[in-house]
């Protein structure tokens, strides 16, 4: 048996649209070595691109409905029916495809009306639009998240093992925590040792995580969960080896792995 120390890991998105492969090549991979790891994931391939924009075209989502006052609501329940189509891909690998539905349905249902009393604020002139405009697009970037750290709890319990879902981004939390405290009490009454976590990218804080660092706010939760954790090793998964050239880009056949290298 293993000597378990603390691992932080962050799965992207593409990985994590590839669920069944994640379970089998990182999460179980080694029996011996399944808990002291804590997995912070984001939000299902170009879930994220849907509700805030393109992170490479910058084609507009739902964020630039909901600022230029247009049919947002719409365009979320269309988005709401297409996570309910990708969750029936997880099915058969275990998740449980109700309480998954429930569970990001009342989510996008209940933000739909957040929206809207943000709306109403927002017309009464009394407060300062680019404020209520960066809560929303928190409000917006933490759905994705919940979806997918959520699925991955279910379908590692429905494999039969321990596995907690840690809900950073403050749903229905009005304490004001900043955004240390918030990972701090989160995981303060958990034993990473004894249970697989599977945390969300994004973390409500009174900075604003994206105030600061926008689309990069992921990766930032993944630092300061390792940091805060005290973590032994802190891990990125990728699709791709860090390579000369972006392969959706350049082309898989045009981009050449950069193997060892110093910091």
């Not at 900075?207 to 805060?228: H, P, Q």
Request: charged share 25%; proline share 2%; aromatic share 8%.
């Amino acid at each position: 048996m293993k000597k378990h120390t603390l691992r932080i890991e962050k799965i992207g998105g593409t990985s994590m649209s590839r669920f069944p492969e994640i379970i089998n090549n990182i999460i179980l991979r080694d029996k011996d070595d399944i808990y002291g790891r804590i997995y912070v994931v984001s939000a299902y391939a170009g879930v994220t691109d849907e509700l805030l924009e393109h992170k490479k075209s910058g084609q507009p989502g739902i964020y630039k409905l909901f600022e230029d006052e247009e049919n947002y609501p719409r365009k979320m329940l269309a988005l709401r029916d297409n996570l309910f189509e990708f969750n029936e891909t997880l099915e058969s690998t275990g998740l449980n495809l109700q309480e998954a539905n429930d569970f990001i349905g009342d989510r996008i249902d209940l933000s739909i009306n957040i929206l809207r009393s943000m709306e109403n604020v927002l017309a009464s002139g009394y407060v300062t639009r680019n404020e209520l405009l960066l809560a929303a697009r928190e409000l917006l970037a933490s759905l994705g998240e919940m979806q997918s750290a959520f699925n991955s709890t279910s379908i590692l319990k429905s494999h039969g093992y321990d596995a907690t879902f840690v809900d950073l981004s403050g749903w229905e939390d009005g304490r004001q925590l900043t955004i240390d405290r918030r990972i701090i009490n989160s995981f303060e009454k958990i034993d990473p040792l004894s249970t697989i976590c599977f945390a969300t990218g994004y973390t409500k804080g009174t900075e604003g995580i994206m105030r600061e660092f926008d689309r990069g706010y992921s990766e930032v939760t993944f630092s300061k969960v390792a940091v805060l954790l005290g973590a032994s090793e802190a891990i990125i998964h990728k699709e791709y080896h860090l390579c000369s050239g972006d392969p959706l880009i350049i082309g898989e056949h045009n981009a050449h792995p950069v193997c060892n290298t110093n910091y």
